[in-house]
């Protein structure tokens, strides 16, 4: 069955960066788009970016553009979300997401 396992989340200070992976199984990795999502307390669940199953193409939205980049290695089934001059707006569970499968989320802190 697929899976997604999220992990790279943590505490940061505001200014700070981190890089999110995505391992991901059971489905034929590069012939799936995969997105990023996230969710802060009290908020929808909101898309944070996407990349084509090549990963020629890349989407983000507007909150998070020119600081977020998503990158994708097909040899390791792996997608990443590199996350620069993070805000505490940033604060959220952060998904990974293919079709109609979620992984479990990793928690992404923004604080001082």
């Not at 700070?16 to 012939?31: K, N, Q, V, Y």
């Not at 009290?42 to 090549?54: D, M």
Request: charged residues 15%; proline residues 3%; contains cysteine.
């Amino acid at each position: 069955q697929v899976q997604l396992v999220e992990s790279g989340g943590g505490l940061v200070q505001p200014g700070g960066s981190l890089r999110l992976s995505c391992a991901a199984s059971g489905f034929t990795f590069s012939s799936y788009v995969m997105t990023w999502y996230r969710q802060a307390p009290g908020k929808e669940r909101e898309l944070v970016a996407s990349i084509s199953r090549t990963g020629g193409t890349a989407n983000y939205a507007d909150s998070v553009k020119g600081r977020f980049t998503i990158s994708r290695d097909n040899a390791k089934n792996t997608v990443y979300l590199q996350m620069n001059s993070l805000k505490p707006e940033d604060t959220a569970v952060y998904y990974c997401k293919t079709g109609s499968d979620w992984g479990q989320g990793t928690q992404v802190t923004v604080s001082s």
